[in-house]
């Protein structure tokens, strides 16, 4: 009533912005604060006495020392990443060990001469901006330098726009690695003219993107590339961590090994990790039993910058969530077990949220929606359409709408459920099955799945749902 009074015409499924919450709150007489996961997350670790941005604030300009910059390699599809990722890491001049068969831990460091002095550089060993994008929507910042691949006889395509965008929207400076320069056709120049409209000026033309030419494929370029990393590095970025106090990163690659157990690749951001330090990464708690790094070689500690992969974790972390150690083995269990609680309170609330078949009379009942919304899915489409069509026939009251929001031949998947999710749907199978990432995902975000082999048990359950749903009248 009174979203109503001001005017907003929005029914109890429906979303709110913050502001129009804050509005509601004030009056009814509630003071209304918003409060994100991020923030929700720091009151939780204040509680244990830690301040993370505190801790950083207070550091002394004495104890921080220069660490090596965290790379990720974006681009179109096919344009080389990869490849780049691989000639990259074979050529490790000092890595002493050449040869050695490297292991895909998500991420691995490179050392390179610049300027007469070695220097490590982190590659995070995901091609792409999608998992760079999705730690960062949970608040975690991995990356310091982009390397946006180019091909050379291909030029911009969407996915470079994408990933320049998506990187500039981060502030995270570009270096352009043009590639395939080998190939009959290929035009850097074009390369570098094209990207001047997106605001990447290269250097011989005034700007200050570095853009370098290079040929995955040959191994060609590859030292000037990570020298551009280090300029780009040296230039505008203080990278600088404190390596003498107990470690905080993110976690950004975990899974479940057999024999091993959990074992997560972390990114230490500062401190230094050791091995029985106790840690907890989002929900995930345990004592570091054993380290090893890209070569699969044990390691004793890890300092900033360097990735990990660590063994002794309860369970497996999501990439993005972020760790840290703590001086005793009770506080990260405590932090990991308050976390799930949160968690599982907010998925709760999720799933209350979603409608039912059995529910849904009530919730009409109660004015609280106008429309069933139906996402059909079966094993032929003359199923389908029968299915509709008998639906579409159920005489129901005006103030009440059936509307089909999809249908489609085939099995339940997840893009069906994120359709459900977002329409507040159910879900209707004919003679399907979800596949096992839509169950779990069904299940996770409340929806309502049903499944029929028959025409008339799918249509009855449905009708008297509807019949039921007869809007009170004012
Ligand atoms: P991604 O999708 O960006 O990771 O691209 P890939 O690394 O998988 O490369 C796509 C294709 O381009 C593969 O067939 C590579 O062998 C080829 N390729 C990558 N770099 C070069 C290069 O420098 N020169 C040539 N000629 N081909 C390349």
């Known amino acids: ?108 460091q490179v050392w390179t001469e610049h300027d007469g002095i070695e220097r490590a550089i982190t590659f995070i060993d995901t091609p792409g901006h999608e998992a760079f994008t999705a730690m960062r929507a949970r608040g975690a910042q991995v990356s310091d330098i982009a390397i946006l691949v180019v091909a050379a006889d291909d030029g911009i ?14 502030n995270v400076p570009i270096v352009v690695a043009v590639n395939k320069v080998d190939k009959e ?58 390596p003498n106090k107990d470690a905080r990163g993110i976690a950004i690659e975990a899974k479940l090994d057999r024999g091993r157990g959990a074992v997560a690749t972390v990114l230490i951001q500062s401190g230094t990790l050791h091995v029985g330090d106790a840690i907890v990464a989002g929900t995930a708690y345990g004592r570091v039993r054993a380290m090893h790094d890209e070569n699969g070689d044990a390691v004793e500690e890890a300092q900033p910058s360097r990735p990990v992969q660590v063994q002794g974790l309860s369970t497996v972390p999501r990439a993005g969530d972020t760790f840290l150690v703590t001086e005793e083995d009770r506080t990260a269990r405590q932090i990991a077990e308050k976390r799930e609680a949160v968690e599982r309170n907010a998925q709760l609330a999720k799933a209350r949220k979603r409608i039912s078949l059995e529910d849904f009379t009530r919730a ?35 103030s009440v709408q059936l509307r089909i929001l999809h ?21 209707i199978g004919f003679n399907v099955r979800p596949d096992v990432k839509a169950r779990e995902r069904a299940q996770r975000e409340g929806i309502d ?17 509807l019949k039921g749903m007869l809007k009170p009248e004012f």
């Open 185 to 242: 056709g290929a035009n850097p120049a074009r390369v570098r003219q094209q990207l001047t409209e997106f605001g990447l000026v290269a250097e011989e033309f005034g700007g200050d993107t570095m853009f370098v030419d290079v040929s995955a494929l040959q191994g060609k370029g590859i030292p000037e590339l990570l020298d551009a990393v280090l300029l780009t590095a040296d230039a505008g970025l203080d990278l600088r961590a404190n």
């Open 157 to 170: 395509m969407p996915q470079t726009v994408e990933a320049l965008n998506h990187m500039q929207a981060a």
């Open 407 to 427: 249908r489609g031949v085939g099995a339940v998947t997840e893009s069906d459920i994120d359709l459900a999710t977002i329409d507040n749907a159910i879900v």
């Open 449 to 465: 799945v049903r499944f029929y082999s028959v025409i008339y048990a799918a249509l009855e359950d449905i009708e008297s749902s």
């Open 1 to 108: 009533t009174v979203l109503f009074q001001l005017g907003e015409m929005a029914t109890a499924t429906e979303s709110l912005d913050e502001s129009t919450f804050e509005i509601l709150g004030g009056e009814l007489g509630y003071k209304v604060q918003v409060v994100s996961p991020e923030d929700e997350d720091k009151e939780l670790l204040e509680g244990f006495g830690l301040d993370l941005e505190q801790e950083l604030e207070d550091e002394d300009e004495s104890d921080l020392e220069i660490r090596p910059p965290v790379v990720t390699v974006v681009g179109h599809v096919d344009h080389g990443k990869t490849k780049l990722l691989d000639a990259i890491r074979q050529t490790n001049v000092v890595a002493g060990e050449a040869g050695g068969i490297t292991q895909h831990i998500g991420a691995y």
């Open 364 to 398: 009409l009942e109660e004015g609280k929606v106008e429309s069933l919304n139906l996402i059909i899915k079966g094993d032929v489409s003359g199923a389908v359409e029968a299915l509709e069509e008998a639906l579409l026939k159920i005489e129901i009251d005006d």
